[in-house]
């Protein structure tokens, strides 16, 4: 079973947005990945971990903060159970202000 959070971190207005195994170990053997922000939001990190909380090395995943998505690399190990991105709402209408 997987999961999708998005909850408010650090000061107002900072967000974190993870997808996740509920388990914290998937099963499935993944080809690619992506995690990408739409509308008006800027893209502050992003992490990437395998099973058991193993934190994927830097070079199996792009961050691309200007474009506010991350993605795997071409040296992604096809092992992902957690994948979360923090970002802060930047327009003038935020529906996250609710969280």
């Not at 999708?4 to 900072?14: C, F, K, N, S, W």
């Not at 997808?19 to 099963?27: D, F, I, L, M, N």
């Not at 795997?72 to 935020?94: C, H, I, Q, V, Y």
Request: hydrophobic residues 40%.
């Amino acid at each position: 079973k997987w999961r999708m959070l998005i909850t408010q971190i650090h000061e107002v207005g900072t967000y974190g947005c993870v997808v996740e195994r509920e388990s914290g170990t998937s099963y499935l053997f993944f080809q690619s990945f992506t995690l990408a922000l739409l509308g008006e939001a800027e893209a502050h990190q992003a992490h990437a971990f395998g099973n058991g909380g193993r934190e994927l090395k830097p070079e199996e995943f792009k961050f691309d903060k200007a474009a506010a998505k991350v993605q795997n690399s071409d040296k992604f190990g096809a092992e992902l159970a957690r994948l979360a991105l923090e970002f802060s709402a930047t327009g003038k209408r935020s529906d996250f202000s609710q969280i």
